[in-house]
């Protein structure tokens, strides 16, 4: 395999995000066993995000765990390389009103961070 096959191409995951679209938000509950991973991913968001807790959250997609953090009473900053993602976010926040629990949404890729002070945040989800 060439190396290239192996190297990392940001726009490339951004654009595989946004043509995924609205399937992303459906992922966890399209089937029971979706929905489980759902639950688990939850139970752990509630036992280590205390309320008030300033959170990034990257690669946040539409806004499933957005939506949870918001339930726990954190303040989430969404993070996501997708702007399509983001997009969706913003819209799942204000339709099911977890929007206030969001101080910001950023077009962010993982592998660089470096806008964020690392003091900004309590806990950071990925």
């Not at 089937?31 to 990257?58: M, W």
Request: glycine share 6%.
């Amino acid at each position: 395999m060439s190396t290239d096959k192996l190297q990392y191409h940001a726009r490339h995951i951004a654009d595989y995000f946004d043509q995924y679209g609205e399937k992303e938000w459906e992922r966890l509950v399209r089937d029971p066993v979706s929905e489980i991973s759902l639950h688990i991913h939850t139970h752990y968001l509630k036992e280590y995000v205390p309320a008030n807790a300033r959170v990034l959250e990257i690669g946040a997609g539409p806004g499933r765990f957005t939506q949870v953090l918001a339930e726990i009473g954190a303040k989430v900053v969404v993070g996501d390389i997708s702007p399509g993602q983001l997009e969706l976010n913003r819209k799942y926040a204000e339709k099911y009103g977890f929007a206030q629990a969001v101080k910001s949404w950023e077009l962010v890729d993982l592998c660089d961070l470096s806008r964020f002070d690392s003091r900004s945040f309590d806990r950071v989800v990925a």
